[in-house]
């Protein structure tokens, strides 16, 4: 079957209008830069199905938790990611009649994502009734040069016009603070207006939100031309309301002729100014920009864009899908996430949708986090590091919510607080503190920055042994310590005792910070005795740690010699996914809970994601035997699965497996794999593609402080290529069917692993290793 | 510790105004009649904190399910019991000053539930700034006589005043239907006004409600008398407004007079007319009644609980406080449930507040059931039974919904729908379907209606057993069917595999089922066909069912000698309630979710549940090592667990325990045992109180047809007695210290096993029997 959208390299197309698909272009279509985000929704009005969304990143609503039994820890409020002001509105009316897709219907119709210099433009022709033809083109883009500003050039042209007179075009850019959440109960209004105002030089709309006290303003201010030559001296009215604010334009248009209409905003909060400054901040910057044409803000921005993408681009020769799928993921990533503000983090759905209520995840940490190590300057991958850091004392006060020690990191946060509120997932999805932990290993690890773990990093592994150790029990006629009531990585087990996955990574923790401990201790006594002293962290504790991690208890499952993912899980109906109706699939959306609890399906990597995680300390045997076990099982309906099993299959050598776990990571979206792509992109997941290829089909590894390599090239290829930034070196590494070529781009030389063989590249060398198969 | 109720035999008293216990006494003073509830608020206007509260027998509405993770079956919405049009208002004012014992502060004060009679009684004394001191009696009844009517006498005497002029006295009785529920979301209202209005003849409000469309009316009328004499020509006003309709009238009352207001009130819904018909008949009604007097209609009123008092009624001597508790459980319960309308249950709240939706749940079944057949007519126990008989279409649908064949009743429900939207218990609580089908075998025991089997009982087992046939996996290495994935009575533990006493009751359903088809089709072939034609009921299906209640697995403690309540239950840290911090309890206020879930507490009867049900199967040493392994953990935090847990300690000779745990369960509400009586009373908990003395103290059973008792006498008792209405014998057993009496009134001559021992007992016979310890 064709995709829906056009497959090409650096562009997503979706060629004629179809309605019934326009929420899914909307989240394909979505465009963001870190601080504003935008679907894909139009500009002039439309009265069909759209789910109009412009985010800005950190400006959330405390929803109040509804539960039919409270229960003792529970948070007090789920957090929503609110849509805010619509600031691209241009209402347009063509010979006084209002111009709406709905009611319109265009003749041509064409909406292209423009992922190398990040813009969206649309192009349609519509016929009024008279039969005069208008085409109209519009493209915008959020700076990534300027994190403030968003940009629309929206173009009216009369092609053919069978009247002789002229035709009266009207359009009118407005700013429109009337916008609900689609997920709000009974239509609930989360926003306060504060000040509307319309005027000469700029059209101003400033809304607060509900609660949380969010304050923002949008100041917008345009331009219009005809044929390329601006109308300075044409007539403009000017009109506010509640939320509202407009400028309106008319021109007598003739045939062939061209009306522009360029509209610049600037957007700002008082996350980052007083109250009392957001507006005049946001008039201040409009008036920097508003001297600019078009053309120079959007040139910033294509700049901004080169420079991403010279660091981040992942190139493929030979499978387009899997080219776009690609780059539509680093893309979608690299608009999400800048790293330039560590009170910002990565939502499940970006700034693509409502869904999952823009809060952090692990995701960020297990999924995100190698993708902005690998292609991103330090502090990038920093900053989310630090994000939790800040978070602390909250992850504290959260673990003494739930009586226990030490910090348990939220399941889903916004500031560092719980805000999800079922009891499986918020109190016993608790696997999320070895992600946090994983983290700060994995960044180090990564970077060798190792003065974060002076800093920052000892103090947040302190804590989650802490935690660790009040959550575990020790059963007296095992001998052992165990993890009761949990919920692992597969959500589609909840409250288990001894999750593999959870104990294993509980037990790594404890190591983890042991090890960080002693080797704190001998490179800097002083900082390890101010450390302890600060944290009152006694011996008897350190001990205690090493004794868990020593008697921690390990589900298995003899006969099959494979980790048994949680206890009893061996009394299971054991089957596969292809056994069942193809029908039910997915289980999520088919069958009630209590029959996917009891099944043995798997939601996403458990077992494997330990495996994946702690690579080294297994064999090749024993991976192949997990994944043999639990990969039929798995039915991937957690979208962060596929990559992780990908990565594995490559390892073992089930490469065919592994790019079709590959390629259904990575068109997740683009083809709409589970249906739900309208309410919003896999944002996090992405990163997990990106994952696939540099850890799965090059087996990229840090070991000993080296970068280790292990490529193969699947079938389907011809090459692939990716840069990674490793340690102030620029690598590229391109694979072939016979060959791998490294490059480094300036820098030092630096030595890397190829299939165990360690090479060496001088600056700006190139390098060619043969593959051993 | 004196208890906050003064302790009287039928009566329960507070003394003086204790605001911050005002919810409690609210709750405590509900009446009820089956038909009618409502809190023991005043008729007076008050603005002190109160939770006033209507409530009309089967009049609900569906409040949307709002869940974080919509998971495939779950109900739409969950019921909300609502807070209906308050009809015993009164605005009162005295010398211009509005009544308002939140402002005024009483003198003396007393309000006084007479259980014995059905009434609310309520004396307080009042002064103002110029020292005149008013008594005011109010006394009010939900008619045991007539459902549909409600009547006030409000009174006001003057007694003393230091100013020679009258004081004018106004009096405004009121019916408003601008109530709230205090649980709806935002203050949400759920009621439509269709009519208010206010005349001579009669005061009406008539309301809808939103969504589930049930049409309310209440119309009132009045009388007042001076000393004892009607005011008949004392001139009124009138008013409406918006679900509000008031009469007023004002009298100047001199020192020494008393100023006495009878209102009536009828109240009819279109449950029992259609809905052009529900003003006029609540007219009718109070046609009807208004020529009464109040002591006339009260009279009514009394014969009509002296009947039932008669029937049900537990003496003790020697005991005020189990006395007084037994009784004020009786009553409620009597206030409850009359079984007059097989379209109503018992909620677990009854009349007495919002709390649990006033939905129906297996408390009914296994707890209510063996009062009302103990204690009423057969008819009122098999209007339970033809209450699930007529929602097993919506069973049957509710199992579909989840996948599973067959019926699975509803957690919670008013229509037979299921409304409860927690997951773990929705679609886990599953023994609840256990409970309706033994309850069927309860009813046919206790009755010998065996009629009811052909006619209904079969049909509701066989669908009860398709669901165990289908929720059920077989484990192929342990040769043993398996229930997975369950939540047992004991809500401390969610999501469990193999509950024992869910496994235990799936293979007794399927073993009750095989015995009622092999009885009718004994003794009614020709019934039997057609019944399995009707339920396509197939020779195969029976097999199956034979091979699942054979193979069934049973977790088992071989060390202990005890059941496992589920699988994994022995690798928790087994602790005993005493040996944790008593300021912890109840745990359901102090621990998180998931530590209660991962420790070893007990919220209620589990494998002793199944003990009691099935208690003919296990030895006495059996009962007895569970009950010492299980007890000691259980924190009794469900109302409904002491009395199994005093039943079982009453067979196996703890007697003290017995006792102590009977006590807690009877004054629970009484002394707000658990600190949530002002949210309204534990209704179906207060039949347990009842079996712990007769099935408990008296050892009731009935075995091979027969009656048995083993009864014996705690030691703060010095004798108890009760009756019993067992199979058209009207029995009366009284238990002193050294003997049993038997008497039966009328009747035939009936037989009774006393502690193993047959005794024949004729009409109108008293026997006494001495007890062997």
Not at 150 to 175: H, M, N, Q
Not at 475 to 486: A, D, E, I, T
Not at 638 to 658: C, F
Request: proline share 4%; charged share 25%.
């Amino acid at each position: 079957m064709e995709p829906y959208f056009k497959v090409d390299q650096w562009k997503v197309i979706e060629s004629g209008f179809h309605p019934e698909q326009n929420r899914v272009a909307e989240s394909i279509m979505s465009l963001g830069n870190g601080y504003l985000g935008l679907r894909g929704y139009f500009e002039e009005r439309y009265s069909g199905d759209s789910l109009q969304g412009t985010y800005l990143a950190g400006i959330y609503y405390p929803d109040r938790t509804v539960v039919g039994w409270w229960k003792v820890g529970y948070p007090e409020y789920f957090a929503k990611v609110l849509n805010a002001v619509n600031f691209i509105g241009i209402d347009v009316s063509l010979g006084g009649l209002s111009l709406d897709l709905h009611t319109w219907r265009p003749e041509a119709f064409k909406r292209v994502l423009n992922m190398q210099e990040g813009f969206l433009a649309r192009f349609f022709t519509v016929k009024d009734k008279k039969g005069r033809q208008f085409s109209i083109k519009a493209q915008r883009f959020l700076s990534k040069a300027q994190r403030e500003l968003a940009a629309i050039r929206y173009s009216i042209t009369l092609d053919k016009s069978p009247c002789p007179e002229e035709i009266e075009i009207e359009v009118g850019p407005f700013l429109d603070g009337n916008v609900i959440n689609e997920d709000a109960n009974y239509g609930e209004d989360f926003w306060i207006g504060l000040r509307a105002s319309s005027s000469e030089n700029y059209q101003l709309v400033t809304m607060q939100t509900k609660k949380s006290d969010f304050v923002v303003a949008a100041a917008s201010t345009f331009r219009l031309s005809l044929d390329g030559k601006e109308l300075k001296d044409l007539p403009r009215r000017y009109q506010e309301s509640h939320r509202f604010a407009q400028a309106q334009a008319s021109y007598p248009l003739r045939e062939g002729q061209t009306l522009t209409l360029d509209k610049v905003v600037a957007i700002t909060t008082n996350r980052d100014f007083p109250n009392w400054e957001v507006n005049s901040r946001a008039l201040e910057i409009l008036n920097q920009i508003r001297t600019k044409s078009y053309e120079e803000l959007f040139q910033a921005h294509r700049r901004a864009w080169r420079q991403t993408w010279e660091n981040s681009d992942l190139r493929i020769k030979g499978d387009p899908l899997s080219q776009q799928g690609l780059r539509f993921n680093i893309f979608h990533l690299n608009q999400t996430y800048t790293g330039e503000d560590p009170r910002l983090n990565i939502g499940p759905k970006g700034f693509t949708g409502e869904k999952y209520g823009g809060g952090t995840y692990w995701d960020t940490e297990a999924y995100c986090l190698p993708f902005y190590l690998g292609t991103c300057e330090p502090h990038v991958a920093r900053n989310l590091l630090l994000y939790r850091y800040n978070h602390l004392e909250k992850a504290k006060e959260n673990a003494a919510k739930l009586g226990l020690k030490g910090a348990l990191y939220p399941m889903v946060t916004v500031n560092g607080e719980e805000c999800h509120n079922e009891w499986e997932i918020t109190f016993e999805e608790i696997h999320r503190n070895g992600a946090i932990a994983y983290a700060i290993f994995n960044y180090v690890r990564y970077t060798d920055d190792s003065n974060y773990l002076y800093e920052y990093g000892l103090e947040v592994l302190v804590e989650i042994s802490r935690f660790w150790t009040s959550r575990v029990n020790f059963q007296p006629r095992k001998q052992k310590y165990m993890l009761l009531g949990v919920t692992g990585p597969n959500e589609y087990e909840n409250n288990v005792n001894n999750n593999w996955y959870t104990n294993r990574i509980a037990a790594w923790c404890l190591e983890y910070t042991l090890d960080t401990l002693a080797w704190v201790e001998n490179s800097n006594p002083g900082r390890a005795e101010s450390l302890k002293t600060g944290l009152n962290l006694k011996d008897e504790e350190v001990t205690l740690w090493r004794e868990i991690k020593d008697k921690m208890y390990y589900p298995y499952l003899e006969a099959e010699g494979v980790f048994e993912q949680q206890d009893g899980f061996r009394d299971k109906e054991l089957i596969t996914v292809e056994q069942i109706d193809q029908e039910d699939l997915p289980l999520s959306q088919n069958w009630s809970w209590d029959r996917i609890l009891r099944s043995c399906f798997i939601k996403q990597a458990d077992v494997l994601q330990g495996l994946f995680f702690f690579s080294e300390e297994f064999s090749l045997e024993t991976k192949k035997r997990n994944f043999d076990f639990y990969e039929p099982m798995t039915v991937h309906e957690s979208s962060l699965s596929p990559s992780v099993h990908a990565i594995i299959a490559a390892e073992i050598g089930s490469r065919e497996k592994a790019y079709q776990l590959f390629l259904r990571a990575a068109r997740l979206d683009l083809d709409n794999y589970n249906n739900d792509s309208g309410e919003g992109l896999h944002i996090t997941s992405m990163a997990g593609t990106w994952m696939s290829v540099v850890y799965g089909f090059a087996g990229m590894k840090v070991c000993g402080g080296k970068l280790s390599l292990a490529p193969f090239l699947p079938r389907q290829w011809q090459e692939y290529s990716f840069k990674l930034l490793f340690r102030g070196h620029r690598l590229e590494i391109t694979v072939g069917k016979k060959q791998v070529v490294l490059y480094q781009k300036g820098g030092e030389s630096c030595s890397v692993v190829v299939h165990g063989k360690t090479q060496e590249i001088g600056p700006n060398q190139e390098i060619k290793i043969a593959l051993p198969f």
